[in-house]
């Protein structure tokens, strides 16, 4: 199975971007970072979730480059970044490889928007407590994530909560089986646990491949590092401000997750709850994902002269 499978024709056919490069992380990890748009516009940096590469990202960078440098990177073992070691798995190494990412793609002094998808949301989380990340960071968007307690808040499964459902969520996401080709059938699961249910064919389609792409041995040992996640102590550490965004309809990260991010966060701007919305949001929400990165540049790195916008308010609902 190829891993850079995705679709090649729509909103959600990855773009080509303008250079590509290898950014080199802490442990030697060699990350695939592309960017688009012009060199001289204001940054914009994207990490995408579990199981996911750059081609997540596809609608913000279409509609974000045309004003902004748009920088998005495949995690370590996803995409076109080559699988770590087996010691290469841990918050850690994924807050050392979003430093190593930033230092490779902005100028001296410069600071961007960063913005994290699921695991890309831990991602920065983890490094929040990094001198480089806060010299860097202009202002953050944490989209359908959380800190901790991810296996046992799942609702994947349809049975009350307790030992018994956090156990079998559990195995069920750190299962070794091949997820194979995109079936109609494999549609379907991945649309109920991880899509809305109004979620439409083309979005379904774009987030399947993407995720079937992940090979097998890189989905399960991050699905171990996320099972033992406790990010609690970082959120603290996040002091730039930081937008949330969630689905009311994820299985994955219930929206349990984006009220607690946005109580506990030092800076917290605005949470946007969206309605009907899973966990797959840059997909099945990009208009609301897009315009949330394009505010958070316009109040952090002055790219346009603004009075008052969406982010000013604590909690917002949005329907598609």
Excluded at 8 to 18: E, S
Excluded at 61 to 70: E, K, M, P, S
Excluded at 129 to 141: K, N, Q, S, T
Excluded at 184 to 193: D, N, S
Aim: proline share 6%.
């Amino acid at each position: 199975m190829s891993r850079l499978m995705h679709v090649v024709a729509g909103p959600y056919a990855p773009p080509v971007a303008r250079r590509e490069l290898v950014a080199v992380s802490a442990d030697g990890a060699r990350l695939h970072v592309e960017v688009h748009g012009d060199e001289d516009a204001p940054a914009v940096v994207l990490a995408h979730g579990w199981t996911c590469s750059t081609a997540f990202w596809a609608a913000q960078i279409r509609a974000l480059a045309a004003t902004h440098r748009v920088v998005a990177y495949d995690q370590r073992g996803h995409g076109r970044s080559p699988a770590a070691r087996a010691a290469g798995h841990s918050t850690t190494a994924l807050a050392d490889d979003l430093v190593a990412v930033l230092e490779a793609t902005l100028a001296p002094g410069e600071r961007a928007v960063v913005g994290g998808h699921s695991m890309g949301g831990m991602t920065i989380m983890a490094a929040a407590g990094r001198p480089e990340f806060a010299e860097r960071a202009a202002a953050v968007l944490l989209c359908s994530t959380g800190s901790s307690r991810l296996v046992s808040e799942a609702r994947v499964l349809p049975v009350r909560a307790g030992r018994v459902r956090t156990r079998v969520t559990g195995a069920v996401l750190g299962s070794r089986a091949p997820l194979g080709p995109v079936t109609p059938v494999a549609r379907k699961v991945l649309k109920y646990a991880t899509m809305g249910p109004g979620s439409a064919p083309d979005k379904v389609e774009a987030c399947a491949r993407i995720v079937h792409a992940c090979p097998t041995r890189v989905r399960h040992a991050w699905s171990q590092v996320l099972a033992g996640l406790d990010l609690d102590a970082d959120v603290a550490r996040l002091t730039v401000p930081t937008a949330v965004i969630g689905g009311t309809a994820d299985r994955l990260t219930p929206i349990v997750h984006a009220r607690g991010l946005a109580a506990a966060l030092p800076n917290c701007v605005g949470l946007t709850e969206l309605t009907g919305m899973g966990h797959m949001t840059p997909v099945e929400a990009p208009e609301a994902v897009t315009a949330a990165l394009r505010e958070l540049a316009e109040l952090y790195l002055g790219t346009t002269e603004m009075g008052t916008t969406d982010l000013d308010t604590t909690v917002k609902e949005k329907t598609p």
